[in-house]
Every structure is written in structure tokens, then in C-alpha cells.
């Protein structure tokens, strides 16, 4: 439905779009306008180097300059003499490629060029103020620098900006823009705005397809008028239009998902079933909230009532526990006085201890001082013995001075040795050399070769890759739907499979919801037979009161007899009211679950149906499903993945193949060049190597064998040189320990002296201080050294016994009192039942409990209710505005793609508006060629299968007053109608701001199918041009042209290669 309405308002803005200032389409078209800041300058010409190139012979070159003012010049010279090299030479210079396709690489090499001389062409041009020039070789066979035989150069490029260089002819290069045929075909195409193809039908006019843009099909016409007045900024509307489109038809579909996403997880199948469901939760709500409140309040009361029996019970356990604590502390008074005794006499004795220390330092004294003297003894003897051995020492070295004099004579031969030794030495660091350079040649030479035979093998593996992508590519189309089509059956299979869990769970919750309602109607009845009994018991309690109150000749309160012959008898077991309150409310809570139970056994049902309907659908789309297991699915999705991953691969990697294999040529080459490079590497290192070994053997025998190298001269030296140096420093050694031992031996005795008389004082202060102390004892009343070190204790023992003391005072005293206050406070108190009064809580705060998880449950299910009735209010909203959006953006989408009764896109209304443009300047030609017979025409009526129009041309005819095909022209006639269109087609694109201006056209041929008048016709159009400065450049063989044309070019062959001559 929404197609149909696309359609039509696509067909209301058919023209609208394109015409109306205020259209939205125009609106979005003014931020793709063409600026002018896309302008492209003239090309023109200036010089034309070629060597070796075609049938032309060493170096020619054609400067367009010398033309002067004479903007039409004539390309001339007999058939195959190489007028049309001319055009490829320029075309392949531009873009690597001949003007007519038809001529690769290696057929642009002159047959009379030498092995060494390398097929060039050099194109300078001037693009606006800007100068360049461009230099190409194409892929040829030419002499190795070294050896014999062919080497394959590849196609190279290189273009340079010379713009700023004063000799604009001259050698200077200028600066470097572009390198390599990639690049440079890169930054050519971005300075002409041309491809080959396109440059080929507007600029150069190749012999054989002058009549291509005239007779080509519409789709090839419309690139390159695409191309010429820069409309690619329709085509990038067009796109964004279409995707604004895709994504308001997505952004309806996600709100409708959306919505049917809300409702399923309600479970409902519309807006007022969840209506419903929202009003009977929160009437549910409120009962339940009331019975609640209820709980509580009789809950808040058992509490109470637990917290005081707690505490009557806490102040009968607080007397017990004083009572006990007390009665432990008088038990302990004994010890306590122990410890006081024991404290008492360690203070005595510290009293005492100050004589004690004073004793022990001075025996200790004594004892260092006795120590001191045995040292002193001991070092005199071991002085007299170093004394007497330093002595023997020095004797023992002067008997080595003849010794000495023989290592000093040594010393003065090895220096005589010294240059001879050291010029061997040198000589056999260049002999290492050399080898080592022969070595680094065999291992060039040999990784040369090794690489060589790498790249070869690349090289086959890379051709044979190309023909296996070419295969694959071929099979893309249809591995892509294989591919496409095995991800649907994916989808749908795994949507069935979780369509089929959420049935099972459906199931199960229909079940369950039946096991639930089972429950709840048990638990009724057993609330209801369980207050059935407490009545029952009420009932019976009141008939035994009654009955025990009853007395002789009193009237019974019930029947009024005065005679009582059976009352009741038995135990008075009447429930309290509060009970019976609590059974029947247990009741209302029953039935109120069995209802909720119910409910949700209805909403399982709906969800199975739902689920059930929607695998039903799937399988209706998909029968074949029914029995097919994903992971065979995902193997086969993901095995055709994997082919047109495979296939897409393939297409990439074709376009790197060729330059792949071009790189292997080249380093083939390379390798070549390398190879050669090491073989003489390796011939110089032989011969130099023979020459060093020569001079090394002369001078070996002038030294001898084992002092032939620096090392062993220098290590002879150091050793002779060392052993006289210690054999000196040994004598100075023996005389200075000798004379060391005469002070030390001095010395000792002197220590032995002064330590005799430090032992004797020593001794004397020891035994003064041992009878001060046995004083002190006595005084302190200490029966015996043993007595007062039993009575001694360390200053933290003692602390620790004070402390003791104190709190074992401290502690009777508080336990004395907290008995008194606890007897205080329990006064009056009966022991209470905690136990009971737990229980009553606890049962309650159970009851709470679940009342309020009930009534939690039941607020939840209707706020989720109200929450979803909000979002599909959201949801209804955003529904309507994304629906007007998805009509709006659609019918632009539509008429800029040409979904209209004329099949005409933005883009290409745009190039047929250009279009009509260029016919109206041709037909003023093709009006002068024809003498006004024939007019070109734009054929905008739609196409067979609807297939897009608007650029399809016809010719109409005044003499028979029909319209025809272009292609029905005669030769004659085609050539002057090409001809008109081309010229229509410079005119027009250089006028329109942002396009392409074309300063030069080439025409190939085409004039010998005119008859003489018809010649006239078509040279007075071209002459016309040279009003508007445009260099037109004509090739023909025809003779009158020569006498029509000033400035021509004639091409002239000979048996050594052709020349070329500039005439004016």
C-alpha cells in the first residue's frame, strides 16, 4: 500500500523536483552545486619527443609552437607511414595506452631500433598558467649493462611540474609530481578530469571509432557526459535520498517491532487486554495492602511484648552473675597477702644491689688486666721470630741480583724485532681481508642464484594463481545467491529452533500453572476445614462453661429450665477470638492466590498459542525446515561463505596479480645484474689474496718462528719485563720487612711492662670492694647470699605485683557493690517465658513476610502493566511520524531514481538538459555540413522494459521529414554528424561553469568519405574554430586537404624508419 503511494506522489513531483525553487528536493540539491572552484583549465600541446617508437626511427620531435597563430594543421603522409603513431604517442605519454587500443607495449617498439636504445615518449603540456611535462617507456626487451643477451625493462612513468623552469623546451626536468606508471596514471587522471576512454571519444578521435560517441548506447554516453559536466554530485543525492528512504522504512519497521516486542511481553494481543490486566491487579493490590497493614500492627504488638520479658530476664541473670563473682574473689585473699610479703622483701634487695654490681666490674677489671699481660708475652715472642726470619729473607735475595742483569739484556733484543713484526702482522690483516671478500662474493653469487630460482618459482605460482582467480570470479554472481540463500534457511531454521524452546517453555508454564492451582485450591481447603474446626471447638468450649455454672433450681440461660439432668462435661479448650480472625483471613488469602493462579494458567495458554502460531508461519514459508538441523545449516551457510569469500578474494587479488608478476620480471632482472656483479667480485679476490701470501712469506723468514706475530713479540717482551719487575720488587720487599720487624719486636716489649703494673692495681680494688658488699647484706637483713638472691625480682615483676595487688582490691570492692544493685533491680520479679513470646513473634513476622512478597508481586505486575500501556502510547506517537517521514523521504527517493512514467533520474535529467545544450551547438554544424537536411535529436520517450532514457539520440531528416537512428547514417554522412557532435561537445563543456575545457582535438581519418562539396562544408566548421583558439589537428591521406591546411606535419617513410617535418 505505502508502494502505491510512493509511486504516486513520485509521478506528482516528476518535473517539480528539478524546476521549483521551493521543492525539497532542490532545497537538498543546493549542498551538491557545483562550484566553480572545480574548474578545470585548458590543455594544450607544446612539444612531442618519441624515440624508437612505432615506425619512426631514432629521435623526432614535433614542437606545436612553432605553428604560431595557425590553430588547424594537417597530419599528412601516405598510408602506414605512422600518422596515427603520432596520436598514439600523445595518448600513451597521457595514459600508458595507444589512441586506439589497439597496440600494447611491446608492439610500440620500432623494428629498427637498436638493443641499447629504449623506446620513449616525452609529452610537454600546458594545463591554465601551469607548465608539465610527462615521460613514459613502455614494457621492452633491451641489451644487459653486463654480459650478453636481452633483459625485460617494465612500463616506467614519470611526470614533473615546470612551471617555474625558464627554459620551457630545454633538459631541465623540473620538479618531480608522480613516479611509476600507478602514480602517474593517478595524478594525470586528476589533472584532465579524463579517463582514456573518454579522452579517446571528446579529444582524440581515433581512425576507425570517430562515430563512438555518436553511435554508442545510452548507458556509455551518460558516463562520460558524467564525466565532462562533473554530475556526480546528482548521482551522490540520488544515493543519500535512496538511504534516507531505507532507513524511514527501517525506523517504521523497528516502531511496529517494537510494539509487537511490548505486547508479547505482556503477554496480551492488544492495548485493552492490558488495560484490563492493569485494573485487576491493582483491585487485587488493595486487599492485599489492607490485610497487611493488619499483620503488621499485631506483629508490632508481639514485639513489644518479647522486649519486656527479655529484660525482666536479663536483671534476674545479672544478680545470679554478680552473686557468683563475688564469692570468687573472697576465695582468693590468701594469695593476696602472699604477694604482698614477696613484694616487700624485693625491695630490700634492690636496695643491696648497687654494692653487688661495684664488685663485679672490679673482678672483671682484674681479669682484663691478667688477660692483657698474657697478650703481651705472647706478641713479644712472635716479634723475635719474624725478626730472625726477615733477616734470612733479605740474605736470600741478594744472592739473585746476576738474575736481574740477564732478564735487562733480554729486553733490548726483543726490541730490535719491532717493525719487522708489526709490517707481517699488517700484511696478514689484508690477507684476512681478501678472504673475507671472497667469501662475501660466494655468498652473493649464491644467494643470487638462490633467489633467482625463488622468484621463478613466485613467478610460475603467481600466474597459475591468476588463472585460478579468473575462474573463481567467473562463478561470484551465483555463489552470492547460494551464499544469501543459505543465511535465510540459517535465520529461519534458528528462529524456528528458538521458537520451539519458547513453546516448550510455554508448555511447561501451562503445567506448572496447573500444578499451582491444584496448590492454592488444597491450601483453601485446608484453611477452610481448619476454621471449620476452631468453630467447632468454640462451640463446644462455651456448652462446658455454661454447664459448670449451672446451679439447682437456677433457670439455664438457654432453654430457662430449672432442671439440669446431662450438662456438658470436658476441658475448656475455646480458641481465642484473634485465631479464629487469623483462619479467616488465611481464607481470603487462599482464595485471593487461587484467583492470581488462575490468571497466570491463562496467560500460559495465550503464550502458547502465540508461539505455536508463529512456528506454524515459519513452516508455511519454509517446509522443508521441519526436519533440517541447524549446525547441517551453518555448514552449508558457512561452506558458501566461505567460497564467495573465496570468489570475492579472488576478485581483489586480481588486481594485484599483474603488477605481482611485473615485480617478478623486474627482480629477475635485478638478479640477473647481481650475478654478474659477484663473478668479478669473486676473480679480484683471488688474485689479490695471491699476492699478500707472497709478501707474507718473505718477511716470515726474517723473524723467528715464535715471535712471528705483534702478540707473541709483545708477549715475550711483557713476560721478560714482568719477571724483572718482581724479581726487583722482591728485594725491596725482603729490606723493609726486615726493618719492620726491628720497630715491632721494640714495641713488645714496652706492652709487657706496662701491663704488669695495671694487673697489680687492678687486683687490690677487687678485694676492697668484695668486703664493702658482705656489709651491706647484713644491714639489710639478709641472712645469706642465698637469702638475697631468692628475694630479688626484676623492676617489671615487681611493677606487675603492685598492680595486682591494687586490682584484686579494686575488684572486691565493685563485685560488693554491683551485688547490692543487682538485688535492687530484681526486686519484685517473677521469672518470664521468653520462649513463648518468640514463637508469637516469629509466627507473625513469618505471616508478614509473605503478605508483603504477595502484595510486592501484585504492585509489580500492575505497574508493569502501566509502564507498557505508557510505551505503546510512546510507541503509537512515534509510529505517526515515522510514517509521514517514510511517505515524504520516498516520493523524493523515487522521482530523483526515475521511479516516474518517463524512467528519468535527477542525474539524468541533468545530463539531458547538457545534452540538449551540446545538440543545439552541433546542429548549427550539422545544419552547414548537411545544407540543412538533416537536425540531431534527443529521444526522451521511454524504453523498452522500462529501461532508463533520456540520452538516445535520432537524426531527423527534412527531406523525407522522418526521424531515424543515428546508426541508419551512410559513411558520409556519420563522419559529418560525429564530427558536428564532437565539436558541440568542446564548445558546451568548455561554456559550463566547473566543466572541463578542451583546447585540442585530434580527428583521425574520416575526410576521403566526402565528396568535394561536402569536404568544403566540413572544413569551413573547422576552421570556425579557430575563432574560439582551439588547436584542431587533422590525419588524412587525402591530397586536397595539403592545398585547404597551412601548417601541416608531413610524415615521410623511408627503409631506415620514418621522420617527421613541421611545414608552414
Same mark, same amino acid.
Given at each position: 500500500?505505502r508502494?502505491?503511494?510512493?509511486?504516486?506522489?513520485a509521478?506528482?513531483?516528476?518535473h517539480?523536483?528539478?524546476?521549483?525553487?521551493?521543492s525539497?528536493?532542490?532545497?537538498?540539491?543546493s549542498?551538491?552545486?557545483?562550484?566553480?572552484?572545480?574548474?578545470?583549465?585548458?590543455m594544450?600541446?607544446?612539444?612531442?619527443?618519441?624515440?624508437?617508437?612505432?615506425?619512426?626511427?631514432?629521435?623526432?620531435t614535433?614542437?606545436?609552437?612553432?605553428?604560431?597563430? /595557425?590553430r588547424l594543421?594537417?597530419?599528412?603522409?601516405?598510408?602506414?607511414?605512422?600518422?596515427?603513431?603520432?596520436?598514439?604517442?600523445?595518448c600513451?605519454?597521457?595514459?600508458?595506452?595507444?589512441?586506439?587500443?589497439?597496440?600494447?607495449?611491446?608492439e610500440l617498439r620500432?623494428?629498427f631500433?637498436n638493443?641499447d636504445?629504449?623506446?620513449?615518449?616525452?609529452?610537454?603540456?600546458?594545463?591554465?598558467?601551469?607548465l608539465f611535462?610527462?615521460?613514459?617507456?613502455?614494457?621492452?626487451?633491451?641489451?644487459k649493462?653486463?654480459?650478453?643477451?636481452?633483459?625485460?625493462?617494465?612500463?616506467?612513468?614519470?611526470?614533473?611540474?615546470?612551471?617555474?623552469?625558464d627554459?620551457?623546451?630545454?633538459?631541465?626536468?623540473?620538479?618531480?609530481?608522480?613516479e611509476?606508471?600507478?602514480?602517474v596514471?593517478?595524478t594525470?587522471?586528476?589533472?584532465?578530469?579524463?579517463?582514456?576512454?573518454?579522452?579517446?571519444?571528446?579529444?582524440m578521435l581515433?581512425?576507425?571509432?570517430?562515430?563512438?560517441f555518436l553511435?554508442?548506447?545510452?548507458?556509455?554516453?551518460e558516463?562520460?557526459?558524467?564525466?565532462?559536466?562533473?554530475?556526480r554530485?546528482?548521482?551522490?543525492?540520488?544515493?543519500?535520498?535512496k538511504?534516507?528512504?531505507?532507513?524511514a522504512?527501517?525506523?517504521?519497521?523497528?516502531?511496529?517491532?517494537?510494539?509487537?516486542?511490548?505486547?508479547?511481553?505482556?503477554?496480551?494481543?492488544?492495548v485493552?487486554?492490558?488495560?484490563?490486566k492493569?485494573?485487576?491487579?491493582r483491585?487485587?493490590?488493595?486487599?492485599?495492602?489492607?490485610?497487611?497493614?493488619?499483620?503488621?500492627?499485631?506483629?508490632?504488638?508481639?514485639?513489644?511484648?518479647?522486649?519486656?520479658?527479655?529484660?525482666?530476664r536479663?536483671?534476674l541473670?545479672?544478680?545470679d552473675?554478680?552473686?557468683?563473682?563475688?564469692?570468687?574473689?573472697?576465695?582468693?585473699t590468701?594469695?593476696?597477702?602472699?604477694?604482698k610479703?614477696t613484694?616487700?622483701?624485693?625491695?630490700?634487695?634492690?636496695?643491696?644491689?648497687?654494692?653487688?654490681?661495684?664488685?663485679k666490674?672490679?673482678?672483671?677489671e682484674?681479669?682484663?688486666?691478667?688477660?692483657?699481660?698474657?697478650?703481651?708475652?705472647?706478641?713479644?715472642?712472635?716479634?723475635?721470630?719474624?725478626?730472625e726470619?726477615a733477616?734470612?729473607?733479605?740474605a736470600?735475595e741478594r744472592?739473585?741480583?746476576?738474575?736481574?742483569?740477564s732478564?735487562?739484556q733480554?729486553?733490548a733484543?726483543?726490541?730490535?724485532?719491532?717493525d719487522?713484526?708489526?709490517?707481517?702482522?699488517?700484511?696478514?690483516?689484508?690477507l684476512?681481508?681478501?678472504?673475507?671478500?671472497?667469501?662475501?662474493?660466494?655468498?652473493?653469487?649464491?644467494?643470487a642464484?638462490?633467489?633467482?630460482?625463488?622468484?621463478?618459482?613466485?613467478?610460475?605460482?603467481?600466474?597459475?594463481?591468476?588463472?585460478?582467480?579468473?575462474?573463481?570470479?567467473?562463478?561470484?554472481?551465483l555463489?552470492?545467491?547460494?551464499?544469501?540463500?543459505?543465511?535465510?534457511?540459517?535465520?529461519?531454521?534458528?528462529?524456528?529452533?528458538?521458537k520451539?524452546?519458547?513453546?516448550?517453555?510455554?508448555?511447561?508454564?501451562?503445567?506448572?500453572?496447573?500444578?499451582?492451582?491444584?496448590?492454592?485450591?488444597?491450601?483453601?481447603?485446608?484453611?477452610?476445614?481448619?476454621?471449620?474446626g476452631?468453630?467447632?471447638?468454640?462451640?463446644?468450649?462455651?456448652?462446658?462453661?455454661?454447664?459448670?455454672n449451672?446451679?439447682?433450681a437456677e433457670?439455664?440461660p438457654?432453654?430457662g429450665?430449672?432442671?439440669?439432668?446431662?450438662?456438658?462435661t470436658?476441658?475448656?479448650?475455646?480458641?481465642?477470638?484473634?485465631?479464629?480472625?487469623?483462619a479467616r483471613a488465611?481464607?481470603?488469602?487462599?482464595?485471593?492466590?487461587?484467583?492470581?493462579?488462575?490468571?497466570?494458567?491463562?496467560?500460559a495458554?495465550k503464550?502458547?498459542?502465540?508461539v505455536?502460531?508463529a512456528?506454524?508461519g515459519i513452516?508455511k514459508?519454509?517446509?522443508?525446515?521441519?526436519d533440517?538441523?541447524?549446525?547441517?545449516?551453518e555448514?552449508?551457510?558457512?561452506?558458501?561463505?566461505?567460497?564467495?569469500d573465496a570468489a570475492?578474494?579472488?576478485?581483489?587479488?586480481l588486481?594485484?596479480i599483474?603488477?605481482?608478476?611485473?615485480?617478478?620480471?623486474?627482480?629477475?632482472?635485478?638478479?640477473?645484474?647481481?650475478?654478474?656483479?659477484?663473478?668479478?667480485?669473486? /676473480?679480484?679476490?683471488?688474485?689479490?689474496?695471491?699476492?699478500?701470501?707472497?709478501?707474507?712469506?718473505?718477511?716470515a723468514e726474517?723473524?723467528?718462528?715464535?715471535?712471528?706475530?705483534?702478540?707473541?713479540?709483545?708477549?715475550?717482551?711483557?713476560?721478560?719485563?714482568?719477571?724483572?719487575?718482581?724479581?726487583?720488587?722482591?728485594l725491596?720487599?725482603?729490606?723493609?720487612?726486615?726493618?719492620?720487624?726491628?720497630t715491632?719486636?721494640?714495641?713488645?716489649?714496652?706492652?709487657?711492662?706496662s701491663?704488669?703494673?695495671?694487673?697489680?692495681?687492678?687486683?687490690?680494688?677487687?678485694?676492697?670492694?668484695?668486703e664493702?658488699?658482705?656489709?651491706?647484706l647484713?644491714?639489710?637483713?639478709?641472712?645469706?647470699?642465698?637469702?638475697?638472691?631468692d628475694?630479688r625480682?626484676?623492676?617489671?615483676?615487681?611493677e606487675?605485683l603492685?598492680?595486682r595487688?591494687e586490682?584484686?582490691?579494686s575488684?572486691?570492692?565493685?563485685?560488693?557493690?554491683?551485688?547490692q544493685?543487682?538485688?535492687k533491680e530484681?526486686?519484685?520479679?517473677?521469672?518470664?517465658?521468653?520462649?513463648?513470646?518468640?514463637?508469637?513473634?516469629?509466627?507473625?513476622?513469618?505471616?508478614?513476610?509473605?503478605?508483603?512478597?504477595?502484595?510486592?508481586?501484585?504492585?509489580?505486575?500492575?505497574?508493569?502493566?502501566?509502564?507498557?500501556l505508557?510505551?505503546?502510547?510512546?510507541?503509537?506517537?512515534?509510529?505517526?511520524a515515522?510514517d509521514?517521514?517514510?511517505?515524504?523521504?520516498?516520493?523524493?527517493?523515487?522521482?530523483?531514481?526515475?521511479d516516474n512514467?518517463?524512467?528519468?533520474?535527477?542525474q539524468r535529467?541533468?545530463?539531458?538538459?547538457?545534452?540538449?545544450?551540446?545538440?543545439?551547438?552541433?546542429?548549427?554544424?550539422?545544419?552547414?555540413?548537411?545544407?540543412d537536411?538533416?537536425?540531431?535529436r534527443?529521444?526522451?520517450?521511454?524504453?523498452?522494459?522500462?529501461?532508463?532514457?533520456?540520452?538516445?539520440?535520432m537524426v531527423?531528416?527534412?527531406?523525407t521529414?522522418?526521424e531515424?537512428?543515428?546508426?541508419?547514417l551512410?559513411?558520409?554522412?556519420?563522419?559529418?554528424t560525429?564530427l558536428a557532435?564532437?565539436?558541440?561537445?568542446?564548445?558546451?563543456?568548455?561554456?559550463?561553469?566547473?566543466?572541463?575545457?578542451?583546447?585540442t582535438?585530434?580527428?583521425d581519418e574520416?575526410f576521403?568519405?566526402?565528396?568535394?562539396?561536402a569536404?568544403?562544408?566540413?572544413?569551413?566548421?573547422?576552421?570556425?574554430?579557430?575563432e574560439?583558439g582551439?588547436l584542431?589537428?587533422?590525419?588524412?591521406?587525402?591530397?586536397?586537404?595539403?592545398?585547404?591546411?597551412q601548417?601541416r606535419?608531413?610524415?615521410?617513410p623511408?627503409?631506415?624508419?620514418?621522420t617527421?617535418?613541421?611545414?608552414?
Open positions: 500500500m508502494s502505491n503511494g510512493n509511486t504516486r506522489r509521478e506528482k513531483h516528476l517539480a523536483p528539478f524546476r521549483s525553487s521551493s525539497p528536493l532542490r532545497t537538498s540539491c549542498a551538491f552545486r557545483i562550484s566553480n572552484s572545480a574548474f578545470r583549465p585548458r594544450t600541446p607544446l612539444r612531442l619527443t618519441l624515440s624508437e617508437f612505432g615506425p619512426y626511427t631514432n629521435t623526432q614535433i614542437d606545436f609552437d612553432e605553428l604560431d597563430n /595557425q594543421f594537417l597530419i599528412h603522409g601516405p598510408t602506414g607511414s605512422g600518422k596515427t603513431a603520432l596520436l598514439d604517442a600523445i600513451f605519454a597521457l595514459y600508458g595506452e595507444t589512441s586506439g587500443d589497439e597496440r600494447d607495449g611491446q620500432s623494428d631500433a638493443d636504445d629504449p623506446t620513449e615518449v616525452e609529452l610537454d603540456f600546458q594545463l591554465g598558467e601551469r611535462r610527462v615521460t613514459r617507456r613502455p614494457r621492452q626487451d633491451l641489451a649493462q653486463r654480459g650478453d643477451g636481452l633483459t625485460t625493462h617494465s612500463e616506467d612513468a614519470t611526470l614533473w611540474e615546470r612551471t617555474d623552469v627554459d620551457t623546451g630545454g633538459p631541465d626536468e623540473g620538479k618531480v609530481l608522480a611509476g606508471k600507478r602514480s596514471d593517478s594525470i587522471h586528476d589533472l584532465l578530469g579524463f579517463e582514456v576512454d573518454q579522452f579517446r571519444q571528446v579529444v581515433p581512425q576507425g571509432k570517430f562515430r563512438r553511435s554508442s548506447s545510452s548507458k556509455d554516453r558516463n562520460l557526459l558524467k564525466v565532462l559536466f562533473e554530475t554530485p546528482y548521482e551522490e543525492l540520488e544515493d543519500t535520498l538511504a534516507m528512504k531505507k532507513e522504512r527501517e525506523a517504521v519497521d523497528q516502531v511496529l517491532n517494537r510494539q509487537t516486542v511490548e505486547l508479547e511481553r505482556h503477554g496480551v494481543e492488544d485493552d487486554a492490558l488495560e484490563e492493569r485494573d485487576r491487579a483491585d487485587i493490590h488493595q486487599k492485599a495492602l489492607a490485610w497487611l497493614n493488619d499483620l503488621k500492627s499485631r506483629h508490632q504488638e508481639a514485639v513489644e511484648a518479647l522486649q519486656s520479658a527479655k529484660k525482666d536479663e536483671r541473670d545479672e544478680l552473675e554478680a552473686k557468683d563473682a563475688l564469692a570468687t574473689l573472697e576465695q582468693q590468701d594469695a593476696h597477702a602472699e604477694r610479703r613484694l616487700q622483701a624485693a625491695e630490700q634487695a634492690a636496695k643491696v644491689f648497687p654494692y653487688q654490681k661495684t664488685l666490674e672490679r673482678r672483671e682484674a681479669e682484663q688486666a691478667k688477660k692483657a699481660l698474657d697478650d703481651a708475652v705472647s706478641a713479644q715472642e712472635d716479634a723475635k721470630v719474624k725478626l726470619a733477616q734470612d729473607a733479605l736470600s744472592d739473585r741480583d746476576e738474575q736481574r742483569d732478564l735487562r733480554r729486553l733484543q726483543l726490541d730490535e724485532l719491532e719487522t713484526v708489526e709490517e707481517l702482522d699488517r700484511v696478514d690483516g689484508d684476512d681481508a681478501a678472504m673475507s671478500e671472497k667469501e662475501k662474493a660466494e655468498t652473493a653469487y649464491s644467494e642464484n638462490t633467489k633467482k630460482a625463488t622468484v621463478e618459482e613466485k613467478q610460475s605460482e603467481a600466474r597459475e594463481r591468476r588463472e585460478e582467480a579468473q575462474q573463481m570470479v567467473v562463478q561470484l554472481e555463489l552470492q545467491t547460494k551464499a544469501e540463500d543459505a543465511e535465510r534457511r540459517l535465520q529461519e531454521a534458528t528462529a524456528l529452533e528458538r520451539r524452546e519458547e513453546l516448550e517453555k510455554a508448555e511447561a508454564a501451562v503445567r506448572s500453572a496447573k500444578e499451582e492451582i491444584q496448590k492454592k485450591e488444597n491450601r483453601l481447603s485446608d484453611a477452610q476445614a481448619h476454621l471449620d476452631l468453630e467447632q471447638r468454640r462451640m463446644e468450649g462455651y456448652a462446658t462453661v455454661l454447664a459448670e449451672l446451679s439447682a433457670p439455664c438457654v432453654c429450665g430449672r432442671e439440669h439432668p446431662a450438662p456438658a470436658g476441658a475448656h479448650d475455646v480458641p481465642e477470638p484473634s485465631t479464629l480472625e487469623e488465611a481464607i481470603t488469602v487462599a482464595r485471593e492466590e487461587l484467583t492470581v493462579a488462575r490468571d497466570d494458567l491463562s496467560e495458554k503464550e502458547e498459542a502465540r505455536q502460531t512456528i506454524e513452516l514459508r519454509d517446509d522443508d525446515l521441519q533440517t538441523d541447524i549446525p547441517s545449516l555448514s552449508a551457510r558457512h561452506s558458501a561463505q566461505k567460497k564467495l570475492q578474494s579472488a576478485k581483489k587479488e588486481l594485484t599483474d603488477e605481482t608478476i611485473e615485480q617478478h620480471d623486474e627482480k629477475l632482472s635485478e638478479l640477473e645484474d647481481e650475478i654478474s656483479a659477484a663473478r668479478a667480485a669473486l /676473480q679480484d679476490a683471488d688474485t689479490e689474496i695471491t699476492r699478500l701470501r707472497s709478501r707474507r712469506d718473505t718477511l726474517k723473524v723467528p718462528g715464535d715471535l712471528s706475530t705483534s702478540d707473541a713479540l709483545s708477549e715475550a717482551r711483557e713476560t721478560a719485563a714482568s719477571t724483572l719487575e718482581e724479581l726487583e720488587e722482591a725491596e720487599t725482603a729490606i723493609q720487612t726486615r726493618d719492620n720487624a726491628k715491632a719486636f721494640a714495641e713488645a716489649r714496652a706492652t709487657v711492662k701491663a704488669q703494673t695495671r694487673l697489680n692495681d687492678a687486683t687490690e680494688k677487687a678485694s676492697k670492694a668484695e664493702t658488699f658482705r656489709d651491706e647484713g644491714s639489710a637483713g639478709f641472712e645469706s647470699r642465698s637469702a638475697y638472691d628475694a625480682r626484676p623492676e617489671d615483676e615487681k606487675r603492685r598492680k595487688i586490682q584484686f582490691e575488684d572486691l570492692s565493685d563485685a560488693r557493690g554491683r551485688v544493685r543487682a538485688r530484681a526486686k519484685g520479679i517473677e521469672a518470664p517465658d521468653v520462649e513463648a513470646a518468640e514463637a508469637r513473634r516469629d509466627q507473625l513476622a513469618t505471616w508478614v513476610e509473605h503478605q508483603q512478597q504477595r502484595v510486592f508481586k501484585i504492585k509489580n505486575a500492575a505497574d508493569e502493566a502501566a509502564d507498557g505508557e510505551a505503546l502510547a510512546d510507541l503509537r506517537d512515534a509510529l505517526q515515522a509521514e517521514r517514510f511517505s515524504d523521504v520516498g516520493a523524493l527517493a523515487d522521482a530523483a531514481r526515475g512514467d518517463h524512467n528519468l533520474s535527477l535529467f541533468v545530463l539531458a538538459t547538457r545534452l540538449e545544450e551540446v545538440l543545439e551547438v552541433a546542429n548549427e554544424h550539422v545544419a552547414r555540413m548537411s545544407q537536411r538533416y537536425r540531431l534527443r529521444h526522451d520517450e521511454v524504453r523498452h522494459g522500462g529501461r532508463a532514457a533520456g540520452l538516445d539520440l531527423h531528416d527534412a527531406f521529414g522522418t531515424r537512428p543515428v546508426s541508419t551512410s559513411g558520409g554522412e556519420g563522419f559529418q560525429a557532435l564532437a565539436l558541440g561537445l568542446s564548445d558546451v563543456v568548455q561554456r559550463v561553469a566547473g566543466g572541463r575545457h578542451i583546447e582535438i585530434f580527428i574520416g576521403g568519405s566526402l565528396d568535394p562539396e569536404l568544403d562544408r566540413a572544413m569551413e566548421s573547422l576552421l570556425s574554430l579557430q574560439s582551439r584542431v589537428g587533422i590525419i588524412s591521406h587525402v591530397t586536397d586537404l595539403k592545398q585547404r591546411v601548417a606535419i608531413e610524415v615521410m623511408s627503409q631506415q624508419g620514418s617527421v617535418e613541421l611545414v608552414r
